[in-house]
């Protein structure tokens, strides 16, 4: 038997990409699935693709920028579902300016809401039931740009990721005693939609050289299936063949796209 038999898991940003990957898999190791996300149709793809394969997965829309759904939200899936074993807070959002001396307010306040305060506002509401059950898994999906902030990334999106793994260290020194375990992914490069927003959009080519969303799901299932006695706190995860990023940057420097 799976070691994520009857647990029940939260997938946000499950539409496309890593999400999708992660609550697919959570779902084929005996999980049931519920994702999250802004749009309903990548969501019921998603769905489809889990219950087609034999899986269990529901769906429900939230815009993780407002806090108050995120509470209701957190709310209905504690009253229909009860404890959610497994939180994973993947969904995330880049800008389109990356430079340091463009970037506007509102662009930097909607990565900041996507990435950092979501995250905080969800993983607040559903903690007192892992708590009070004894156990649980937060897992957070950041970024390289977490661990080595770069123009690349960008300056509110690598800003916006390193706040999120401070947060998930101050929060695993609180909860580790309780018997929740706090697990930051940092992924490098991967091929999905996020990447169009890039000041300069990777090609198919460029695509073809980097990791692909089922790598980061793996590592996701390494760590949430460990004996609760062994945990992750951290995993950076770079493609085997780094490539050069000059273009890249020299576009992200720049207020427009190229």
Not at 39 to 51: C, H, K, N, S, W
Request: net charge negative; charged share 20%; aromatic share 4%.
């Amino acid at each position: 038997m799976s070691s994520l038999q009857g647990q029940t898991a939260f997938v946000t940003g499950a539409g496309t990409g890593i999400g999708r990957a992660i609550a697919i898999d959570f779902a084929e190791a005996g999980a049931k699935v519920i994702i999250c996300g802004r749009r309903a149709g990548p969501l019921d793809e998603t769905v489809q693709l889990i219950t087609e394969a034999g899986g269990a997965a529901s769906a429900v829309t939230c815009d993780l920028t407002d806090p108050d759904a995120i509470e209701q939200c957190a709310r209905e899936l504690l009253a229909a579902h009860g404890t959610i074993d497994i939180l994973v807070n993947n969904a995330g959002f880049s800008s389109k300016i990356r430079s340091a001396r463009f970037v506007g307010a509102k662009e930097w306040r909607d990565v900041m809401d996507v990435n950092t305060m979501g995250p905080v506002v969800l993983t607040k509401a559903l903690l007192p039931a892992m708590i009070e059950q004894g156990r649980g898994d937060v897992v957070m999906i950041s970024s390289m740009a977490a661990v080595n902030a770069s123009i690349m990334a960008g300056a509110a999106y690598s800003a916006a990721k390193v706040a999120a793994r401070a947060y998930m260290n101050v929060l695993a020194q609180e909860v580790r005693p309780y018997g929740v375990r706090c697990i930051t992914i940092f992924p490098g490069e991967v091929d999905t939609p996020i990447l169009d927003n890039r000041a300069l959009p990777p090609d198919v080519a460029t695509r073809a050289r980097m990791m692909l969303p089922e790598d980061i799901s793996a590592a996701v299932m390494m760590a949430v299936s460990l004996p609760r006695r062994a945990m992750v706190s951290e995993l950076a995860i770079a493609a085997t063949d780094p490539r050069d990023m000059s273009a890249d940057v020299a576009a992200a420097k720049t207020k427009q796209e190229i």
